[in-house]
């Protein structure tokens, strides 16, 4: 009987923990896009640095994510920063940033090109 309610109490426990990490998923999955909508805002609006720190956050989020990365390079390229820009534009591409086309066409590259 002992261990019936050792194991009822350790199936509970788990399926505890189960729930935390998957609120915790979905939590810094929806804290994601709430920064990443705002940084693609400031990027847009020209604050550059803004939109920086909102992407950064992004990457500490979902590290594996390219797109920050990419957008990232960007708001340093529309700066003139080159060296940061190439940066961040390898990293993006290193994390499987695909869209070869989107890179060579995108104004915001300009700079870097």
Not at 73 to 100: D, P, T, V, W
């Amino acid at each position: 009987m002992k261990s019936c309610g050792l194991s009822r109490l350790l199936i509970f426990w788990i399926a505890l923990m189960a729930c935390g990490w998957a609120q915790d998923a979905a939590s810094r999955q929806r804290e994601y896009t709430a920064v990443f909508n705002l940084g693609l805002k400031q990027l847009t609006d020209g604050d550059y640095p803004a939109s920086i720190a909102s992407f950064t956050r992004c990457i500490e989020l979902f590290p594996e994510n390219a797109t920050a990365y990419y957008n990232i390079a960007c708001a340093y390229s529309l700066q003139g920063k080159i060296e940061e820009a190439n940066r961040f534009l390898e990293q993006a591409l290193q994390h499987n940033f695909e869209n070869l086309d989107h890179i060579q066409a995108d104004r915001d590259l300009d700079n870097i090109r």
